[in-house]
């Protein structure tokens, strides 16, 4: 059952210190939903929960904000249960947490792979787990799952990220089978590049790969509260126009997309070389 109305609804929100999760709660809690942040960043927790307060100062809703490490199962629970002991419910589980992490996959060190796929994956994993008793016995609920472009294509300098967004997909897709007919909805996102502060954490690999941030976190926030509402399986916003190429040519003929793929990136470092030599 598609959650048509956010009034009064109980959200709760990881990675909603900042970005699309930040972006996410604050269009909720304009809309009359009781909004539950969660996000490592403690400081930037306790901006937002200020932020949201000024902001949204005529809103009907109520505000926690709950510092949460989504790699640690235990906190995740006590997340959960705190959402459930405050308002008797939880409607909408929004995984925004999430890290981006480049670079060759010579240099990708496995402590670098690790972290993408527990905080991006395993992140994931551990709230739906925790939500899910609580969703059961109301026999209603929705998950909305934050992947990217990176999970449906191969981006090279992005192996961790695109493993990680990969896993997330696979496991919405086998999620939405399971919870198939219990009132449990699931919203896979796949959005290209977003102009949020992760885009600019790794500034030479996202030089290399030409990034072009088109969607803003507030444009994403939008999409996702109406897809929730139409009960969408699959939110993919890919306004570049390349991307929107190689998503369609992905589709039809997966051989040929990585093909295109590894030559654009072939061609963009030939290119890089020549102009570094002078």
């Known amino acids: 059952m598609a959650l048509k109305n956010f009034e009064g609804a109980v959200a709760v929100i990881t990675g909603g210190a900042s970005g699309i999760g930040l972006a996410t709660t604050q269009l909720l809690h304009a809309r009359g939903a009781h909004v539950v942040l ?21 809103a009907t809703g109520n505000i926690s904000s709950i510092p949460t490490d989504v790699t640690n199962e235990q906190q995740v629970q006590a997340l959960m249960r705190k959402a459930t002991e405050i308002h008797g419910r939880i409607n909408l589980v929004v995984t925004s947490a999430g890290v981006g992490n480049g670079g060759p996959i010579d240099l990708f060190t496995s402590a670098q792979m690790q972290t ?10 551990h709230c739906v787990q925790a939500a899910l008793p609580t969703m059961r016995q109301q026999q209603s609920g929705h998950f909305v799952l934050l992947s990217s472009v990176a999970g449906k294509l191969g981006a090279p300098l992005l192996t961790g990220y695109c493993a990680s967004k990969w896993a997330v997909r696979g496991f919405s897709i086998a999620l939405r089978a399971e919870l198939h007919g219990t009132g449990i909805g699931v919203t896979t996102v796949y959005p290209a590049w977003v102009e949020t502060p992760m885009i600019h954490q790794e500034e030479d690999a996202m030089q290399l790969l030409n990034v072009q941030a088109l969607l803003t976190a507030d444009q994403v926030a939008a999409e996702i509260l109406q897809a929730v509402t139409e009960d969408r399986r699959d939110l993919t916003l890919a306004p570049n126009h390349d991307i929107a190429i190689i998503l369609q040519i992905m589709k039809e003929d997966p051989d040929k997309a990585e093909q295109l793929s590894g030559e654009a990136f072939r061609q963009g470092m030939a290119k890089i070389a020549a102009q570094q030599r002078g």
């Open 38 to 58: 969660a996000d490592i960043n403690q400081q930037g927790l306790q901006r937002a929960e200020e932020q949201l307060r000024l902001s949204n100062s005529e």
């Open 116 to 125: 993408m796929m527990n905080i991006n994956f395993m992140g994931t994993y």
